[in-house]
């Protein structure tokens, strides 16, 4: 974890401090995780001293933050030590209560990476894990509540446009008709970033739609009726249709400890399928239809073919589960895609870089997002070219260039390969050993 300071040295006793307000427009994961970066700074001996105070207010577009949904599973695996270097130590005491399957990581129950053939329930391929020592896989809705200890959030804060004040403040206005001012507005706000769309345009915002889509739906089942599942793999399972090329995820969203008594699991599914023309099951490819009740016969149809053990688990969903669209994108930024007004504005996490979630690695590109422009705010990080803070004053400009210019790096690879492991996996033959589905994960793989 990088953690030279970059020479800045304390306050005197006769100095003030600088104040600075931080604006991040999104209370998901990447926005929460920054403002209890910023609340564990400002509770640090350090903070006395350094020549900044931070203050910081999170605007969330919807009326809760689990307005979309929040059923679904995350793995931090490379950026695990970022994200306990960036939060509270309250926070990161709080991780393991958020664990999908808390037995099975402390008894070492780990599972393989394997790709099935829906048919047969036999796998395809399988990869040891061997190139992450670390794996947390955690409730996204669990972690949420986490991240939000401490924080004050405003909710149905929908971001309508961005002015510049003077040259050392941004305004967010809201579609409620209400503002807010600050020094750095940080767009932490998903894959249809408002932000994005305002400081790039609208053209240039736009997201790429892979060629496949998908739906994901949660529900719960008594333990006896998982346990072939379970055999199969102690938290997820995943496979292809060698005829369709549909793709299944199956996960458990909370697996209780045996001693709990709690006799169902909290379980996560999403199915997919390519669009290409001609579709593999003839005819044009299937169109996600509007009503509920024709989602879960769509997903039931893809899914007749399958093994007995795999298909009972779409086939016996309820009624009641909701069938939600996924949006499956590529987007990644280019030096030069907006302006950061000498460093009052910048994008982070999903906002900066849609990346489709077939190598589990969007969620960790936000972390070292977030934790690299923390870092420099708070003089953690050295920046190249110069100083965070340069007679008492933030040097905005810099560290945002900074912050950018390493992100922007960063991203475009994994970006591309995410998608062609979206494509891979909704094509059963090309899921193979070293393909892009399969290969390692690894932050800065070339």
């Not at 040295?9 to 100095?15: A, V």
């Not at 399988?126 to 959030?153: F, H, P, Q």
Request: overall charge neutral; glycine content about 10%; hydrophobic content about 35%.
């Amino acid at each position: 974890m990088p953690s030279a300071t970059n020479g800045n040295g304390p306050t005197s006793p006769q100095q003030t401090q600088q104040n600075v307000h931080v604006l991040i427009i999104g209370g998901g994961i990447t926005g929460l995780i920054l403002a209890q970066g910023l609340r564990k700074f400002n509770a640090s001996p350090a903070a006395a001293t350094y020549p900044i105070k931070y203050t910081f207010t999170v605007y969330e577009r919807d009326p809760d933050v689990f307005y979309r949904g929040g059923g679904y599973s995350l793995s931090f695996h490379w950026s695990l030590p970022f994200l306990e270097d960036a939060v509270p130590q309250d926070i990161v005491d709080g991780i393991p209560g958020c664990l999908c399957n808390p037995h099975g990581e402390e008894t070492g129950q780990l599972g393989k990476f394997q790709y099935l053939n829906l048919h047969t329930a036999v796998p395809k391929v399988v990869v040891e894990r061997r190139s992450i020592s670390r794996i947390a896989r955690v409730s996204r809705e669990k972690l949420l509540k986490l991240l939000m200890t401490g924080i004050d959030m405003h909710f149905s804060k929908q971001l309508a446009d961005l002015t510049w004040p003077d040259h050392n403040t941004v305004t967010a206005h809201f579609a409620d008709g209400t503002s807010a001012t600050g020094n750095l507005l940080v767009g932490a706000d998903g894959s249809s970033s408002a932000v994005r769309r305002v400081v790039c345009g609208p053209d240039r915002a736009k997201n790429l739609q892979l060629p496949v889509r998908m739906m994901g739906f949660r529900t719960d089942y008594p333990l006896e009726k998982v346990a072939r599942i379970r055999e199969l793999d102690p938290n997820l399972i995943m496979g292809g249709d060698p005829e369709l090329n549909t793709y299944f995820w199956f996960s458990f969203l909370n697996m209780p400890r045996p001693e709990s008594g709690v006799k169902v699991a909290d379980c996560h599914m999403m199915v997919s399928w390519p669009t290409e023309d001609p579709y593999p099951g003839g005819g044009k490819a299937p169109t996600i239809p509007p009503t509920n009740e024709e989602r879960q016969a769509l997903v039931k149809e893809l899914s007749s073919g399958w093994a007995e053990c795999l298909k009972e688990m779409v086939m016996d969903i309820p009624k009641s589960a909701e069938m939600r669209e996924i949006g499956l994108y590529e987007w990644y930024p280019r030096k030069g895609d907006w302006d950061s007004r000498g460093g009052r504005v910048t994008l982070v996490g999903d906002a900066a870089h849609s990346i489709a979630p077939f190598r589990g690695e969007a969620v960790n590109h936000g972390v070292v997002d977030v934790a690299n422009l923390l870092n420099m705010l708070i003089g953690k990080k050295k920046i190249p070219d110069g100083q965070a803070v340069v007679d008492g004053r933030l040097n905005l400009g810099k560290i945002v260039e900074a912050y950018e210019d390493e992100m922007i790096e960063r991203v475009e690879i994994p970006c591309k390969r995410a998608s062609k492991a979206c494509i891979d996996a909704n094509h059963y033959e090309d899921v193979k050993e070293g393909s892009f589905f399969t290969s390692p994960r690894q932050m800065n793989l070339k």
